[in-house]
């Protein structure tokens, strides 16, 4: 079945750091990809997002580029804040090969980001 | 306006008691999902409706009943609670097109706590 791998946590980063969370998965299909985000005692936001090989989701500064030669997806930031503090979760979506999706989200481990002052 | 909403927040009950999950959404989409997380924060899918209409049901005990009386609304109700129910449930929502299914928008959860 699909199933998403995420590096294990906690990462504990000072503020400006460097981020890089490692995502690879295994689907069958063709996969659309996802990183949300869940803030403390919240819910969890779409942080990106790449429907296709090679595409690259962006949003606040973060970046995942799509890899389909190494079934990866990691997410980046150049430079981290405190406010980035919070679990982040890698997810696919199977997608046919018509390009429609399946609905069922299946998600990474997630991995928990502190970011310190 | 909060775009999809649980009730209650908290639920702290007893092994063997019946307890529901309310979950509405103000998007207009036409499909809700329920997940659970749990203490390692991993998170699961459990039921999906499409139009009042389930799609998914992975591999949840029988003791988990969900409900969608309308597109808007999905509930999940839980019979003789089990220590082993206690975790976070998410409902979220998203929309059907001619691509299949759009991007989820999740509630803040309930924190379910059985003792």
């Known amino acids: 079945g699909d199933s998403v791998t995420q590096m294990e946590g906690p990462v504990t980063l000072s503020e400006e750091a460097f981020l890089t969370i490692n995502c690879t998965y295994t689907a069958t299909g063709y996969p659309s990809l996802f990183w949300y985000v869940q803030y403390p005692g919240e819910g969890l936001q779409l942080l990106l997002k790449a429907t296709k090989a090679d595409d690259k989701g962006s949003n606040k500064g973060f970046e995942a580029t799509y890899r389909k030669e190494t079934t990866s997806f990691h997410l980046e930031k150049g430079s981290v804040q405190v406010s980035d503090s919070a679990v982040y979760f890698c997810?696919?979506?199977?997608?046919?090969?018509?390009?429609?999706?399946?609905?069922?989200?299946?998600f990474g481990q997630g991995t928990i980001l502190t970011v310190h002052p | 306006d909060t775009a999809v909403s649980q009730t209650p927040k908290y639920l702290v009950t007893q092994m063997g008691n019946d307890k529901s999950i309310k979950c509405e959404q103000n998007l207009g989409h036409d499909t809700m999902y329920w997940y659970k997380q749990d203490s390692k924060k991993f998170l699961k899918i459990m039921f999906s409706y499409n139009n009042k209409e389930l799609i998914i049901n992975e591999t949840v005990p029988n003791r988990f009943s969900p409900k969608s009386p309308d597109k808007a609304h999905l509930n999940l109700h839980i019979n003789s609670l089990e220590l082993g129910d206690s975790a976070v449930y998410f409902c979220a929502s998203s929309s059907y097109s001619g691509r299949g299914f759009g991007e989820q928008y999740f509630g803040p959860g309930t924190r379910l706590t059985v003792t």
């Open positions: 997810a696919l979506s199977a997608v046919n090969a018509g390009g429609t999706s399946y609905g069922k989200l299946t």
